[in-house]
Nanobody, 124 residues
Framework: QVQLVESGGGLVQAGGSLRLSCAASGRTLSSYFMGWFRQAPGKEREFVAAITWNGGSTYYADSVKGRFTISRDNAKNTVYLQMNSLKPEDTAVYYC?????????????????WGQGTQVTVSS
């Protein structure tokens, strides 16, 4: 079992930045493909970004490409999401997820473990 805990959410003005963290316990994350997803009220959960086990490859939704950066520190068992140039449409609950696989997927159902989420609110 892997337990994931997100932190770093909050209220920020449009154009601002936030850095989300996802700390894992239970097992080392070094064997897991990691992803960030978000869910706004009344909408389905959507893919934001993902990273391979060693950080060698990263993947982004078109809506965040060039503004968000995913990274990981396996020694700290933590994954990060740096969010810059935030927009009101980025407002959502952000979740990190772990997948015991080497292969990329943007489908939420393909991930094995999820955190409880952290709220990000961007005011205009």
């Amino acid at each position: 079992q892997v337990q994931l805990v997100e932190s770093g959410g909050g209220l920020v003005q449009a154009g601002g930045s936030l850095r989300l963290s996802c700390a894992a316990s239970g097992r080392t994350l070094s064997s897991y493909f990691m992803g960030w997803f978000r869910q706004a009220p009344g909408k389905e959960r959507e893919f934001v970004a993902a990273i391979t086990w060693n950080g060698g490859s990263t993947y982004y939704a078109d809506s965040v490409k060039g503004r968000f950066t995913i990274s990981r520190d396996n020694a700290k068992n933590t994954v990060y999401l740096q969010m810059n140039s935030l927009k009101p449409e980025d407002t959502a609950v952000y979740y990190c997820a772990a997948r015991y696989s080497s292969y990329y997927t943007a489908v939420p159902h393909d991930y094995d473990y999820w955190g409880q989420g952290t709220q990000v609110t961007v005011s205009s």
